[in-house]
Protein backbone atom coordinates (compact mmCIF):
# COMPACT_ATOMS: atom_id res chain seq x y z
CA UNK A 1 0.00 0.00 0.00
CA UNK A 2 2.80 2.35 0.93
CA UNK A 3 4.05 1.69 -2.80
CA UNK A 4 0.84 2.33 -4.33
CA UNK A 5 1.11 5.70 -2.16
CA UNK A 6 4.38 6.63 -2.86
CA UNK A 7 4.09 5.97 -6.74
CA UNK A 8 1.52 8.25 -7.09
CA UNK A 9 2.76 10.96 -5.49
CA UNK A 10 6.17 10.64 -7.79
CA UNK A 11 3.27 10.27 -10.43
CA UNK A 12 1.96 13.81 -9.74
CA UNK A 13 5.21 15.95 -9.12
CA UNK A 14 6.53 14.67 -12.81
CA UNK A 15 5.89 15.79 -15.98
CA UNK A 16 2.13 16.27 -16.68
CA UNK A 17 0.65 14.76 -13.26
CA UNK A 18 -1.19 17.55 -12.75
CA UNK A 19 0.24 18.52 -9.41
CA UNK A 20 -0.09 22.02 -8.77
CA UNK A 21 -3.35 22.42 -11.38
CA UNK A 22 -5.89 22.38 -8.68
CA UNK A 23 -3.77 25.08 -6.69
CA UNK A 24 -3.43 27.49 -9.31
CA UNK A 25 -7.00 27.46 -10.33
CA UNK A 26 -7.93 27.82 -6.14
CA UNK A 27 -5.88 30.91 -6.61
CA UNK A 28 -7.33 32.09 -9.49
CA UNK A 29 -10.71 31.70 -8.51
CA UNK A 30 -10.45 33.47 -5.39
CA UNK A 31 -8.46 36.38 -7.54
CA UNK A 32 -11.65 36.79 -9.52
CA UNK A 33 -14.23 37.37 -7.46
CA UNK A 34 -13.26 40.63 -5.97
CA UNK A 35 -13.60 41.49 -10.20
CA UNK A 36 -16.73 40.13 -10.13
CA UNK A 37 -18.43 41.77 -6.96
CA UNK A 38 -16.80 44.94 -6.70
CA UNK A 39 -14.28 45.95 -4.16
CA UNK A 40 -16.09 46.86 -1.49
CA UNK A 41 -13.60 45.36 1.83
CA UNK A 42 -16.88 44.82 3.81
CA UNK A 43 -18.82 42.46 0.76
CA UNK A 44 -15.86 41.10 0.23
CA UNK A 45 -15.18 40.35 4.27
CA UNK A 46 -18.64 38.74 4.68
CA UNK A 47 -18.31 36.28 1.26
CA UNK A 48 -14.57 35.55 1.96
CA UNK A 49 -15.36 32.06 4.17
CA UNK A 50 -18.13 30.95 1.11
CA UNK A 51 -15.84 31.89 -1.66
CA UNK A 52 -12.50 30.57 -0.31
CA UNK A 53 -14.27 27.28 0.55
CA UNK A 54 -16.49 26.66 -2.81
CA UNK A 55 -13.34 27.62 -4.47
CA UNK A 56 -11.65 24.86 -2.53
CA UNK A 57 -14.29 22.18 -3.38
CA UNK A 58 -13.82 23.17 -6.86
CA UNK A 59 -10.31 22.81 -7.40
CA UNK A 60 -10.61 19.36 -5.49
CA UNK A 61 -12.98 18.22 -8.09
CA UNK A 62 -10.83 19.57 -10.98
CA UNK A 63 -8.23 16.37 -10.84
CA UNK A 64 -10.75 13.66 -9.35
CA UNK A 65 -11.23 12.21 -12.91
CA UNK A 66 -7.53 11.15 -12.68
CA UNK A 67 -7.81 9.30 -9.83
CA UNK A 68 -8.80 5.98 -11.63
CA UNK A 69 -8.84 6.99 -15.40
CA UNK A 70 -5.05 7.47 -15.98
CA UNK A 71 -4.49 3.36 -14.29
CA UNK A 72 -7.82 2.11 -16.29
CA UNK A 73 -6.29 3.26 -19.88
CA UNK A 74 -2.98 2.13 -19.25
CA UNK A 75 -4.06 -1.33 -17.60
CA UNK A 76 -2.57 -0.79 -14.55
CA UNK A 77 -5.96 -0.86 -12.57
CA UNK A 78 -6.98 -5.22 -13.43
CA UNK A 79 -3.30 -5.49 -12.35
CA UNK A 80 -4.08 -3.99 -9.01
CA UNK A 81 -7.27 -5.80 -8.70
CA UNK A 82 -5.35 -9.06 -9.14
CA UNK A 83 -2.71 -8.06 -6.98
CA UNK A 84 -2.43 -8.82 -3.15
CA UNK A 85 -3.40 -5.29 -2.81
CA UNK A 86 -7.08 -5.27 -1.72
CA UNK A 87 -9.12 -3.10 -3.97
CA UNK A 88 -10.80 -1.26 -0.46
CA UNK A 89 -6.80 -0.64 0.35
CA UNK A 90 -6.25 0.73 -3.42
CA UNK A 91 -9.26 3.18 -2.70
CA UNK A 92 -8.23 4.52 0.87
CA UNK A 93 -5.10 4.78 -0.70
CA UNK A 94 -5.98 6.87 -3.91
CA UNK A 95 -8.18 9.34 -1.83
CA UNK A 96 -5.50 9.74 0.54
CA UNK A 97 -2.94 10.32 -2.20
CA UNK A 98 -5.37 12.74 -4.02
CA UNK A 99 -5.74 14.66 -0.68
CA UNK A 100 -1.77 14.98 -0.44
CA UNK A 101 -1.78 16.38 -4.29
CA UNK A 102 -4.38 18.80 -3.82
CA UNK A 103 -6.55 19.33 -0.05
CA UNK A 104 -3.70 19.87 1.67
CA UNK A 105 -1.69 22.52 -0.71
CA UNK A 106 -5.38 24.16 -1.05
CA UNK A 107 -5.14 24.07 2.79
CA UNK A 108 -1.89 25.22 3.22
CA UNK A 109 -2.25 28.61 0.69
CA UNK A 110 -6.42 29.62 1.57
CA UNK A 111 -4.97 31.36 4.51
CA UNK A 112 -3.13 33.53 2.18
CA UNK A 113 -5.91 33.95 -0.54
CA UNK A 114 -8.50 34.77 2.80
CA UNK A 115 -6.07 37.94 3.51
CA UNK A 116 -7.00 39.23 -0.73
CA UNK A 117 -10.71 38.67 0.38
CA UNK A 118 -10.30 40.75 3.69
CA UNK A 119 -11.36 38.26 5.72
CA UNK A 120 -11.75 38.97 9.18
CA UNK A 121 -8.57 37.77 11.46
CA UNK A 122 -10.69 35.64 13.99
CA UNK A 123 -11.32 33.26 10.96
CA UNK A 124 -7.60 32.67 9.54
CA UNK A 125 -7.36 29.94 12.28
CA UNK A 126 -11.14 27.99 11.62
CA UNK A 127 -10.53 28.49 7.83
CA UNK A 128 -7.38 26.57 8.12
CA UNK A 129 -8.71 23.36 10.87
CA UNK A 130 -11.77 23.52 8.60
CA UNK A 131 -9.65 22.66 5.47
CA UNK A 132 -7.38 20.52 6.94
CA UNK A 133 -10.34 18.29 8.68
CA UNK A 134 -13.10 18.87 5.16
CA UNK A 135 -11.04 18.29 2.46
CA UNK A 136 -10.18 14.60 3.09
CA UNK A 137 -13.35 14.14 2.65
CA UNK A 138 -13.85 15.72 -0.71
CA UNK A 139 -11.00 13.20 -1.89
CA UNK A 140 -12.49 10.35 -0.97
CA UNK A 141 -15.93 10.92 -1.93
CA UNK A 142 -14.75 11.88 -5.31
CA UNK A 143 -12.69 8.76 -5.86
CA UNK A 144 -15.96 6.70 -4.91
CA UNK A 145 -17.60 8.87 -7.55
CA UNK A 146 -14.88 8.55 -9.59
CA UNK A 147 -14.94 4.61 -9.24
CA UNK A 148 -18.22 4.51 -10.27
CA UNK A 149 -17.38 6.43 -13.53
CA UNK A 150 -13.67 4.40 -14.39
CA UNK A 151 -13.83 3.48 -18.36
CA UNK A 152 -17.19 5.56 -18.85
CA UNK A 153 -16.36 7.91 -21.84
CA UNK A 154 -16.29 11.72 -21.02
CA UNK A 155 -17.03 10.22 -17.44
CA UNK A 156 -15.60 13.54 -16.20
CA UNK A 157 -18.31 15.33 -16.74
CA UNK A 158 -21.09 12.97 -15.05
CA UNK A 159 -18.32 12.17 -12.21
CA UNK A 160 -18.92 15.85 -11.16
CA UNK A 161 -22.68 15.51 -11.05
CA UNK A 162 -22.92 12.49 -8.91
CA UNK A 163 -19.76 14.16 -6.41
CA UNK A 164 -20.92 17.63 -6.51
CA UNK A 165 -24.11 17.00 -4.09
CA UNK A 166 -22.42 14.60 -2.24
CA UNK A 167 -20.15 17.66 -1.41
CA UNK A 168 -22.82 19.42 0.26
CA UNK A 169 -23.11 18.60 3.79
CA UNK A 170 -18.88 18.82 3.94
CA UNK A 171 -19.34 22.38 2.29
CA UNK A 172 -22.04 23.69 4.93
CA UNK A 173 -20.46 22.81 8.17
CA UNK A 174 -16.71 23.76 6.85
CA UNK A 175 -18.66 27.04 5.66
CA UNK A 176 -20.39 27.63 8.77
CA UNK A 177 -17.46 26.88 11.10
CA UNK A 178 -15.11 30.10 9.64
CA UNK A 179 -18.34 31.96 9.21
CA UNK A 180 -18.54 31.79 12.85
CA UNK A 181 -14.82 32.25 13.51
CA UNK A 182 -15.29 35.37 11.78
CA UNK A 183 -18.14 36.41 13.77
CA UNK A 184 -15.89 35.91 16.94
CA UNK A 185 -18.63 32.87 17.88
CA UNK A 186 -17.77 29.30 19.17
CA UNK A 187 -17.10 27.10 15.98
CA UNK A 188 -16.69 23.82 17.49
CA UNK A 189 -19.71 22.72 16.73
CA UNK A 190 -19.47 22.70 12.75
CA UNK A 191 -15.82 21.28 13.20
CA UNK A 192 -16.71 18.43 14.76
CA UNK A 193 -19.52 17.91 12.12
CA UNK A 194 -16.96 18.32 9.31
CA UNK A 195 -14.64 15.70 11.18
CA UNK A 196 -17.61 13.28 11.74
CA UNK A 197 -18.17 13.26 7.44
CA UNK A 198 -14.50 12.82 7.30
CA UNK A 199 -14.22 10.17 9.25
CA UNK A 200 -17.65 8.44 8.24
CA UNK A 201 -16.38 8.91 4.66
CA UNK A 202 -13.06 7.13 5.28
CA UNK A 203 -14.69 4.39 7.42
CA UNK A 204 -17.48 3.58 4.29
CA UNK A 205 -16.68 4.47 1.25
CA UNK A 206 -13.55 2.88 0.42
CA UNK A 207 -15.78 -0.33 0.30
CA UNK A 208 -18.29 1.42 -1.67
CA UNK A 209 -15.21 2.47 -4.36
CA UNK A 210 -14.14 -0.93 -4.31
CA UNK A 211 -17.32 -2.04 -5.40
CA UNK A 212 -17.94 -0.08 -7.77
CA UNK A 213 -14.55 -0.97 -9.22
CA UNK A 214 -15.28 -4.72 -9.46
CA UNK A 215 -18.17 -4.10 -11.20
CA UNK A 216 -16.42 -1.68 -13.87
CA UNK A 217 -13.66 -4.16 -14.39
CA UNK A 218 -15.58 -6.40 -15.22
CA UNK B 1 -2.38 -28.43 -6.45
CA UNK B 2 -2.42 -27.21 -10.09
CA UNK B 3 -5.45 -25.25 -12.26
CA UNK B 4 -8.57 -27.06 -12.30
CA UNK B 5 -11.27 -25.34 -14.85
CA UNK B 6 -14.55 -27.29 -14.63
CA UNK B 7 -17.46 -26.92 -16.63
CA UNK B 8 -16.81 -22.90 -16.96
CA UNK B 9 -19.25 -21.20 -19.00
CA UNK B 10 -18.09 -17.34 -19.19
CA UNK B 11 -19.73 -14.34 -21.06
CA UNK B 12 -19.22 -11.04 -22.05
CA UNK B 13 -21.82 -8.72 -21.21
CA UNK B 14 -24.12 -10.70 -20.56
CA UNK B 15 -24.04 -12.43 -23.71
CA UNK B 16 -22.14 -16.51 -23.05
CA UNK B 17 -19.25 -16.96 -25.65
CA UNK B 18 -18.12 -20.50 -24.67
CA UNK B 19 -19.76 -23.11 -22.80
CA UNK B 20 -18.94 -26.35 -21.11
CA UNK B 21 -15.08 -25.87 -20.48
CA UNK B 22 -12.91 -28.46 -18.53
CA UNK B 23 -8.92 -28.70 -18.37
CA UNK B 24 -6.53 -29.06 -15.84
CA UNK B 25 -3.40 -27.59 -15.74
CA UNK B 26 -0.84 -29.40 -13.77
CA UNK B 27 2.62 -27.75 -12.23
CA UNK B 28 5.17 -27.48 -14.43
CA UNK B 29 3.17 -27.46 -17.66
CA UNK B 30 1.55 -24.50 -19.68
CA UNK B 31 -1.69 -24.81 -21.91
CA UNK B 32 -2.31 -22.58 -25.09
CA UNK B 33 -5.87 -21.78 -25.84
CA UNK B 34 -6.07 -21.49 -29.57
CA UNK B 35 -9.59 -19.74 -31.34
CA UNK B 36 -10.63 -17.54 -34.19
CA UNK B 37 -10.81 -13.76 -32.99
CA UNK B 38 -13.74 -12.88 -31.19
CA UNK B 39 -14.36 -16.53 -29.62
CA UNK B 40 -13.59 -15.53 -26.07
CA UNK B 41 -10.32 -15.81 -25.40
CA UNK B 42 -9.86 -12.61 -23.38
CA UNK B 43 -13.04 -13.21 -21.67
CA UNK B 44 -11.83 -16.62 -20.57
CA UNK B 45 -8.81 -15.54 -19.44
CA UNK B 46 -10.36 -12.74 -17.40
CA UNK B 47 -12.45 -14.61 -15.92
CA UNK B 48 -9.53 -17.68 -14.56
CA UNK B 49 -7.64 -14.54 -13.32
CA UNK B 50 -11.12 -13.67 -11.24
CA UNK B 51 -11.70 -10.19 -12.64
CA UNK B 52 -15.51 -11.38 -13.83
CA UNK B 53 -17.46 -14.17 -12.36
CA UNK B 54 -17.90 -17.02 -14.17
CA UNK B 55 -21.47 -17.30 -15.61
CA UNK B 56 -21.48 -20.97 -14.51
CA UNK B 57 -18.80 -23.87 -13.26
CA UNK B 58 -15.64 -23.54 -10.83
CA UNK B 59 -12.34 -22.10 -10.93
CA UNK B 60 -9.60 -23.08 -8.21
CA UNK B 61 -5.62 -22.02 -8.01
CA UNK B 62 -4.11 -22.48 -4.50
CA UNK B 63 -5.18 -18.89 -3.37
CA UNK B 64 -3.40 -15.65 -4.21
CA UNK B 65 -0.89 -16.90 -6.69
CA UNK B 66 -2.58 -15.64 -9.87
CA UNK B 67 -1.19 -12.87 -12.44
CA UNK B 68 -2.69 -11.61 -15.62
CA UNK B 69 -1.28 -9.45 -18.23
CA UNK B 70 -3.02 -8.46 -21.44
CA UNK B 71 -2.62 -6.06 -24.21
CA UNK B 72 -2.21 -3.25 -21.63
CA UNK B 73 1.09 -2.99 -19.89
CA UNK B 74 0.19 -1.00 -16.99
CA UNK B 75 3.11 0.85 -17.40
CA UNK B 76 3.43 4.53 -16.63
CA UNK B 77 5.50 6.80 -18.90
CA UNK B 78 7.03 9.03 -16.33
CA UNK B 79 8.47 6.52 -14.18
CA UNK B 80 11.90 4.60 -15.36
CA UNK B 81 12.10 1.29 -16.23
CA UNK B 82 13.22 0.36 -12.52
CA UNK B 83 11.15 1.94 -10.84
CA UNK B 84 8.12 0.46 -12.56
CA UNK B 85 9.38 -3.01 -11.85
CA UNK B 86 10.12 -1.90 -8.16
CA UNK B 87 6.64 -0.82 -7.93
CA UNK B 88 5.13 -4.16 -8.99
CA UNK B 89 7.62 -5.65 -6.78
CA UNK B 90 6.26 -3.71 -3.69
CA UNK B 91 3.19 -4.18 -4.08
CA UNK B 92 3.48 -8.14 -4.85
CA UNK B 93 6.19 -7.93 -1.48
CA UNK B 94 8.96 -9.05 -3.42
CA UNK B 95 12.16 -7.50 -4.70
CA UNK B 96 13.49 -7.29 -8.26
CA UNK B 97 15.79 -9.67 -8.80
CA UNK B 98 19.05 -8.66 -11.55
CA UNK B 99 18.44 -11.67 -13.77
CA UNK B 100 15.30 -10.04 -15.27
CA UNK B 101 17.02 -7.51 -16.81
CA UNK B 102 18.97 -9.38 -18.95
CA UNK B 103 16.48 -12.59 -19.18
CA UNK B 104 14.09 -9.27 -20.86
CA UNK B 105 16.95 -7.54 -22.44
CA UNK B 106 16.58 -4.21 -20.22
CA UNK B 107 19.86 -3.82 -19.08
CA UNK B 108 20.55 -0.84 -20.97
CA UNK B 109 17.00 0.79 -20.70
CA UNK B 110 17.43 0.83 -17.17
CA UNK B 111 17.07 4.98 -16.36
CA UNK B 112 14.95 4.88 -19.49
CA UNK B 113 11.72 6.88 -18.76
CA UNK B 114 9.08 3.95 -20.02
CA UNK B 115 7.36 6.41 -22.37
CA UNK B 116 10.33 6.77 -24.13
CA UNK B 117 10.40 3.20 -24.99
CA UNK B 118 9.33 1.73 -28.31
CA UNK B 119 6.54 -0.44 -28.69
CA UNK B 120 8.20 -3.70 -28.26
CA UNK B 121 10.42 -2.02 -25.35
CA UNK B 122 7.39 -1.70 -23.12
CA UNK B 123 6.13 -4.46 -24.30
CA UNK B 124 9.33 -6.57 -22.80
CA UNK B 125 8.64 -4.41 -19.24
CA UNK B 126 4.87 -5.65 -19.37
CA UNK B 127 6.27 -9.46 -19.68
CA UNK B 128 9.57 -8.32 -17.00
CA UNK B 129 6.84 -7.31 -14.34
CA UNK B 130 6.04 -11.01 -14.20
CA UNK B 131 9.71 -12.09 -13.29
CA UNK B 132 9.39 -9.78 -10.71
CA UNK B 133 6.20 -10.36 -8.57
CA UNK B 134 6.77 -13.75 -8.17
CA UNK B 135 3.39 -15.38 -9.12
CA UNK B 136 2.72 -19.26 -9.85
CA UNK B 137 -0.47 -18.92 -12.11
CA UNK B 138 -0.04 -16.67 -15.18
CA UNK B 139 -3.04 -15.88 -17.14
CA UNK B 140 -1.16 -14.06 -20.54
CA UNK B 141 -3.18 -12.72 -22.91
CA UNK B 142 -1.30 -12.41 -26.60
CA UNK B 143 2.45 -11.63 -24.91
CA UNK B 144 3.86 -11.37 -27.57
CA UNK B 145 2.41 -8.45 -29.28
CA UNK B 146 4.82 -6.58 -30.98
CA UNK B 147 7.57 -8.77 -29.79
CA UNK B 148 10.40 -9.07 -32.62
CA UNK B 149 11.40 -13.10 -33.35
CA UNK B 150 14.44 -12.61 -30.81
CA UNK B 151 12.24 -11.30 -27.80
CA UNK B 152 9.71 -14.29 -28.70
CA UNK B 153 12.56 -16.56 -27.81
CA UNK B 154 13.94 -14.89 -25.08
CA UNK B 155 10.64 -14.80 -23.53
CA UNK B 156 10.09 -18.49 -24.29
CA UNK B 157 13.00 -19.39 -22.92
CA UNK B 158 12.24 -17.40 -19.71
CA UNK B 159 8.73 -18.94 -19.29
CA UNK B 160 10.21 -22.55 -19.81
CA UNK B 161 13.14 -22.26 -17.86
CA UNK B 162 12.48 -19.80 -15.19
CA UNK B 163 8.77 -20.07 -14.58
CA UNK B 164 7.74 -23.50 -15.48
CA UNK B 165 10.74 -25.14 -14.30
CA UNK B 166 10.43 -23.93 -11.08
CA UNK B 167 6.77 -25.28 -10.45
CA UNK B 168 4.67 -22.11 -12.11
CA UNK B 169 1.95 -22.64 -14.61
CA UNK B 170 0.72 -20.47 -17.32
CA UNK B 171 -2.34 -20.08 -19.58
CA UNK B 172 -1.52 -18.07 -22.70
CA UNK B 173 -3.64 -17.15 -25.50
CA UNK B 174 -1.36 -16.66 -28.43
CA UNK B 175 -1.87 -16.98 -32.23
CA UNK B 176 1.64 -17.67 -33.12
CA UNK B 177 4.04 -20.59 -32.35
CA UNK B 178 6.11 -19.77 -29.18
CA UNK B 179 8.50 -22.91 -29.30
CA UNK B 180 7.25 -24.40 -26.23
CA UNK B 181 6.00 -28.38 -25.62
CA UNK B 182 2.75 -27.20 -24.22
CA UNK B 183 -0.42 -29.02 -25.44
CA UNK B 184 -3.32 -26.66 -27.00
CA UNK B 185 -6.66 -26.13 -26.27
CA UNK B 186 -9.02 -25.56 -29.64
CA UNK B 187 -11.74 -23.25 -28.10
CA UNK B 188 -14.37 -23.52 -31.55
CA UNK B 189 -15.88 -26.49 -29.63
CA UNK B 190 -17.07 -24.68 -26.89
CA UNK B 191 -18.80 -22.18 -28.45
CA UNK B 192 -21.56 -20.89 -26.38
CA UNK B 193 -25.43 -21.64 -28.61
CA UNK B 194 -26.68 -17.89 -28.90
CA UNK B 195 -29.46 -18.88 -26.99
CA UNK B 196 -27.74 -20.41 -24.21
CA UNK B 197 -29.36 -19.18 -20.91
CA UNK B 198 -26.59 -17.05 -18.74
CA UNK B 199 -25.80 -13.95 -17.15
CA UNK B 200 -28.70 -12.46 -18.48
CA UNK B 201 -28.39 -8.59 -17.58
CA UNK B 202 -29.98 -7.59 -20.58
CA UNK B 203 -33.67 -7.46 -18.13
CA UNK B 204 -31.84 -4.91 -16.57
CA UNK B 205 -30.10 -2.67 -19.48
Partial sequence: ?218 | MGLIVSDVTVARSGAPLLAGLSFTVAEGTALVLRGPNGIGKTTLLRTLAGLQPPVAGTVTFPDDSAAYASHADGIKAQLTVVENLRFWAEVHGSTVPDTVYQAFELTDLKDRLAGTLSAGQKRRLGLARLGVIGRKVLFLDEPTVSLDAFSVKGFARWLREEHLARGGLAVIATHIDLGLEAPELELSPFRAAPDAAGGSDEAFL
Fill in chain 1, 1 to 218: MIALLKRDLALAVRAGGGFGLGLAFFLIVVVLVPFGVGPEAAVLSRIAPGILWVAALLAALLSLDRIFALDFEDGSLPLLATSPLPLEGVALIKGAAHWITTGLPLTLAAPALGFLLNMAPGAYLWLLLSLALGTPALSMIGTFGAALTVGLRRGGLLMSLLVLPLYVPTLIFGAEAVQRGAAGLPATTPLLMVAGITLGCYALLPFAAAAALRVNLR
